[in-house]
Every structure is written in structure tokens, then in C-alpha cells.
């Protein structure tokens, strides 16, 4: 048997590369921007023998260096001492590499002191550009509230003039976690250092010595990039052009950021209209594949006739709209017109070669379909009574159906269900079993639908491969979500049965933040609390008569919802246990798993 062909992922890869290549040119020459001037000499100060562009000193044009404050150096001290001033004070400059564009800065409370002064804080390097970066080791100095008895806390009583009265201590680290700390210790301070195996910190006057090395700080600067080092530093800086804003600058950039959006456009176009040919090509192998299986085929203007332009809309499904038709035979249907999303290939592909080939009378029927460009359309059997939805969640008694037909409805699902796994030449996962996409005919009849998130795979497999969580928040099997759980198999279904069949019995939602009392948020560990201490269950609208069914469903509900895939029955034993006599019937285990999926509602995952 032919497979149905997969879509093949949408590679920007090799696409990506005449992008960057346009947006290099477009900026080849932006360090041209900025010419530094020529009459501006190079100066020294202290231990600084040389400041030059981005620096400047302060009786320095602003032209001679970068215009930004922080860039500005004062000669202070006989001129002895170069400070800078990065908020929120002002620090020594001890050395500048302009090779590798980073200045060594001390506090001058460190300079001045034998001490160590705690709570001077380091510069706060939030500019627009993320001009300045640390270039350095932090030391780490925490209050303790109890004496810590660990080689990695070094002591600074002896050297600190701290008054907090409780014990401080310093420790290295860049990446020290909250939780690593000793429970009676808080963070209090983070100092930047230079620790290249030099220094020790063994000691607090060692880590006076190191912090007296200073620490560095690192500058972007814009003006000196090539253009692979301005296109990362672009995307590392939002406000790439602010302050520049000479005009002679946007004039200069202005036809070469134009001819590379352009041509970026251009690649777009090129880029969309080959995958959605690719997709089509894709879609006609695959009905050519299958033509002796597939139901018929119908062109888009039988589609507008058939809906008399899309005049009844009967609903919103996963990925498309619902309306109601009539074939020029006579007979009522109901057509999905797929929306214009990624997603439609495969799930364009999976409705066709799923439904098409079935027949069972609680799976709904594919009649035919229009693939037409990039218009496609689905046409199943007309369900005169719409979805199982607005029975079970709908309160009043026009809706309410009795008890024995929601326990034939519950049958057939599982039934149709079950036929899935076990019936046809290959195993069929729905994937997206809720109340929704159960459909219900004139005699209400149950038709499982919407197989856009199926998978099949041969009989013999036991586990399928599935790269990503899909369903519906509220019905997905928890291995789903969680790998360690087990492997995803046709018990993934039966999860999602029980889900539905809880919500059929309760005519509410499994997770009900307005609840009466807060012990039924939850509905299922509400309902096996219940059972388990053998009270009776309060419930509106049942006879006496019908509270063993109910009680039935329940049960078979809560063995379904088992966290371990393995200890959840097929969809044969559930249908065993539904028909069978509930003196046949134990407790399952509660279920662990309490509601970790408390955004219930209909946001599915592909």
C-alpha cells in the first residue's frame, strides 16, 4: 500500500543566504559613517598613556571621540588620575586596550581604604546600544544569618565595616544560583574582579589585593565594525541608529538599504509561490496515488454552488469553516473550506486518505473533495444534529438528552473508536477526541470527525513516533506532553475518550473554575472521591434507574484516565466494560495526575 507523501519541513537555509548577502552590501561601508578628525591629538593622563577615539578628555571637541557623556575622560589629581564617570559614580581609569576594545577601571573607595566597601555598587550598564558589557569574574559577598561553616565562604569581618552585626562572606562566582546558597544567607552584593591566577581569595586582605586590580569593562563601537561585526552588532541593538543621526549618513545608506529590502522582497515572493507549486504538485502525486480510494473530486465552482456562495455557515473547525451544501442529487452536506495555513497539506492529505478509505457507521463519511490551486475543500455526510458539544455542555432541558441515549452515544463512539485501532489495515491515532468533533446524525447516531491531526501506522507497531504534543488542552494523554511517562501509542486515544466520557456523564467541563464547592474544580478526582467512599452521587436530571449506567461510564471514564498509558485498557476492553455488568467492575487507582492542564478549552497543538 502507498503511503500518503509527507510535506517536507520549509528550509530557510539555503533561502537565507541571498538575504544576508544583500544586507552585508547594503551596509559595506557603514564604518564610513563617522571619520574621526585628524586634528585631534592624542593625549595622556596618569597611568593612561594614551586616550584617543571613542575617548576624549573633557576640554576635548566632542568630535574628537564619541559624543555619548560616558565617553568622556577628566585628568584629575596634578594630572596623575584619569577618571570616567559610568553611572552611578565616577571610577579611575587605569588602562585602556584599544586593540580589544576594553578599559580597566577601580573604585576609588577601594584606592582610598583598607577596607572593603561593601555596598558600593558596580556601574549599571543599561544604556540603549548595550555600549558597555562587563568583561570580568564577579565576587559575590552574601549576609549569613548563622556562621557558615563552608571552605568556599570566606570571611570579610576582619577588613569590612559592615554594620549589618550578622556575619558577611565573599565567594566566587559568575553563575552562583539562589539555591546553592546556605538557607540562612542572602545576597547582599556582586563585585566585578579580575581573577586571571593571580590574587588570593583565601583571605579578606587577598580579596582586597584582587578587587584593587579593578575589573573591565567592554565597549561597542559601531563606527569601527566590519560589516559581518555590524550586522551582528545590529541585531544585538535595537536603537541601531539613534544619535547618529547625521542626514549625510541616511543619504549614504538610504539606495543601498533600499536595492537590499528590495531584493529581500523579491526573494520572498520567489520563496511563497515555490512552496505553495511544491505543495500542489505534492497534493496531485498523492491523489494520483490513491485515485481508486479517494471518494470524488470536485472543482471549486461546484463547491460555491453546491454552499450557494457560502451562504449557511455551520461552524468553525481546526482549520477551516463549515458550511451546509446540497448535492445536485438531493442529499444534504456539510463542506469544509480549509484555511490558507502551513498546516494544510498535511492535513489536507491526512482528512483525504483517512476518511476516504473507511466505512463504519460511527466514523463520519467523506463524500468528496476539491483540491483546486491553492483552494481545497472537504464534503462529509450532513449531520442534521451538529456536535455531541452542545448536548453536553448546554443546561437546557430542549438540549438534555436522557441517560440511555447518551449511554448508546458514549457505545458508538468508543465503537467507532475502536475500529480505528483495530479495524482497518492500519492503525489509526485521532489525536483530537472531544466533544466537538463527534458528530451526531438525525437519529444521533455518533460519527467520530476532524482527522487533520491523525496519524497511521502499521498494525504490528505498538509505539508511534510523534515529534510534538497535538490535541486539544484538556483531552491531550499526558504522554504527550511528558516523554518519561511512556511512549505514545493508540492509549493516547483512549486518554481522551475518558476525558470525553467524564464530561458526557457530568454535562460539564472536567476543569470548572466556578464550581459550587471547590473540591469538584477538578471533575475527575471529584467523581473517584466520590466512588471510592461509596456515596452516592449527586447529580441533577438522573433517575434512580440510570445512576447504575452512570456510575458505569464513570467508572470506565476513570480507568481510561490512568497516568500510565499501560494501565489504561484498549478501546476493546472499554467496550467490554461498558456492555458488560458493573458488578464486573473495580476501582481503578486515582488518578495522579491532578490537573496539570488547567488551560482546558480548544487550543490545539500540531
Known amino acids: 500500500m502507498r503511503k500518503p507523501l509527507p510535506l517536507r519541513r520549509n528550509s530557510i537555509s539555503r533561502g537565507f543566504w541571498p538575504f544576508l548577502f544583500f544586507f552585508l552590501l547594503s551596509f559595506s561601508n557603514s564604518h564610513a559613517l563617522r571619520k574621526e578628525r585628524k586634528d585631534c591629538p592624542s ?23 564619541r559624543p555619548e557623556p560616558e565617553f568622556e575622560l577628566t585628568c584629575e589629581n596634578n594630572n596623575t588620575q584619569a577618571l570616567i564617570h559610568l553611572p552611578p559614580r565616577r571610577y579611575y581609569v587605569q588602562e585602556i586596550s584599544y586593540k580589544h576594545n576594553k578599559i580597566r577601571l577601580l573604585d576609588p573607595a577601594l584606592a582610598s581604604s583598607s577596607s572593603l566597601p561593601l555596598y558600593n555598587s558596580p556601574p549599571s550598564l543599561n544604556y540603549s546600544f548595550s555600549r558597555w558589557h562587563f568583561w570580568t569574574q564577579r565576587l559575590v559577598f552574601v549576609n ?24 558577611v562572606y565573599a565567594m566566587l562566582g559568575n553563575s552562583i544560583f539562589v539555591s546553592q546558597l546556605h538557607t540562612s544567607c542572602r545576597v547582599v552584593m556582586n563585585l566585578p574582579i579580575i581573577l586571571d591566577g593571580i590574587g588570593n581569595l583565601t583571605s579578606c586582605s587577598g580579596i582586597h589585593d584582587v578587587l584593587m586590580r579593578g575589573f573591565y569593562v567592554h565597549w561597542n563601537d559601531a563606527y569601527h565594525l566590519t560589516a559581518f561585526e555590524m550586522l551582528l552588532w545590529a541585531f544585538e541593538n535595537p536603537y541601531l541608529y539613534e544619535r547618529l543621526g547625521a542626514l549625510i549618513g541616511v ?19 520567489y520563496k511563497f509561490r515555490r512552496r505553495h507549486i511544491w505543495m500542489d ?98 464534503i462529509y455526510e450532513f449531520m442534521a444534529n451538529g456536535s455531541l458539544e452542545k448536548y453536553v455542555f448546554m443546561h437546557e432541558k430542549i438540549n438534555n438528552l436522557c441517560w440511555n441515549k447518551m449511554y448508546q452515544i458514549a457505545l458508538g463512539i468508543a465503537r467507532g473508536i475502536e475500529y480505528l485501532h483495530q479495524g482497518c489495515d492500519i492503525r489509526i491515532l485521532h489525536f483530537d477526541i472531544k466533544p466537538h468533533n463527534i458528530l451526531l446524525d438525525e437519529k444521533f447516531t455518533p460519527k467520530v470527525s476532524d482527522f487533520g491531526l491523525a496519524k497511521f501506522y502499521p498494525t504490528e507497531l505498538s509505539i508511534v513516533s ?113 456492555e458488560g455488568s458493573i458488578e464486573d467492575l473495580h476501582m481503578p487507582p486515582k488518578p495522579l495526575l491532578s490537573s496539570p492542564q488547567t488551560l482546558d478549552g480548544d487550543h490545539s497543538h500540531n
Open 43 to 65: 593625549s595622556s593622563c596618569g597611568p593612561v598613556v594614551k586616550i584617543t577615539h571613542p575617548f576624549r578628555l573633557k576640554q576635548y571637541p566632542q568630535d574628537c571621540g
Open 144 to 167: 549569613c544569618s548563622q556562621p557558615a561553616n563552608d571552605p568556599s565562604y570566606v570571611a570579610t569581618a576582619p577588613c569590612n565595616h559592615s554594620s549589618l552585626g550578622t556575619p
Open 251 to 269: 543619504f549614504y545608506l538610504l539606495p543601498r538599504t533600499t536595492i537590499g529590502i528590495l531584493c529581500f522582497l523579491v526573494f520572498l515572493v
Open 281 to 378: 504538485t505534492t497534493i496531485e502525486e498523492f491523489l494520483a496515488g490513491y485515485r481508486f480510494q479517494t471518494p470524488g473530486r470536485y472543482s471549486y465552482s461546484n463547491i460555491k454552488k453546491m454552499t450557494k456562495d457560502f451562504k449557511e455557515e455551520l461552524g468553525q473547525g481546526g482549520y477551516g469553516t463549515v458550511f451546509k451544501g446540497k448535492l445536485s442529487t438531493g442529499g444534504l452536506v456539510a463542506i469544509k473550506i480549509l484555511k490558507n495555513s502551513k498546516g494544510n497539506g498535511q492535513e489536507f492529505i491526512n482528512e483525504v486518505a483517512t476518511i476516504g478509505r473507511i466505512h463504519h457507521v460511527n466514523v463520519v463519511r467523506l463524500i468528496g473533495f476539491c483540491s483546486e490551486g491553492s483552494k481545497r475543500a472537504l
Open 466 to 578: 510523534v515529534t510534538a504534543a497535538r490535541g486539544t488542552m484538556g483531552y491531550i494523554a499526558p504522554e504527550l506532553l511528558y516523554k518519561t511517562l511512556g511512549g505514545v501509542s493508540h492509549k493516547s486515544d483512549v486518554y481522551s475518550f475518558g476525558m470525553l466520557l467524564l464530561e458526557m456523564t457530568g454535562r460539564r467541563k472536567n476543569i470548572d473554575a466556578f464550581a459550587e464547592h471547590s473540591s469538584q474544580i477538578y471533575f475527575p478526582l471529584w467523581v473517584y472521591d466520590q466512588l471510592h467512599k461509596g456515596d452516592e452521587l449527586v447529580m441533577t436530571d438522573i433517575a434512580d434507574n440510570d445512576k447504575e449506567t452512570a456510575k458505569k461510564m464513570m467508572i470506565v471514564a476513570l480507568w481510561c484516565i490512568q497516568l500510565i498509558p499501560t494501565e489504561r485498557p484498549s478501546m476493546s476492553k472499554v467496550i467490554e466494560m461498558l
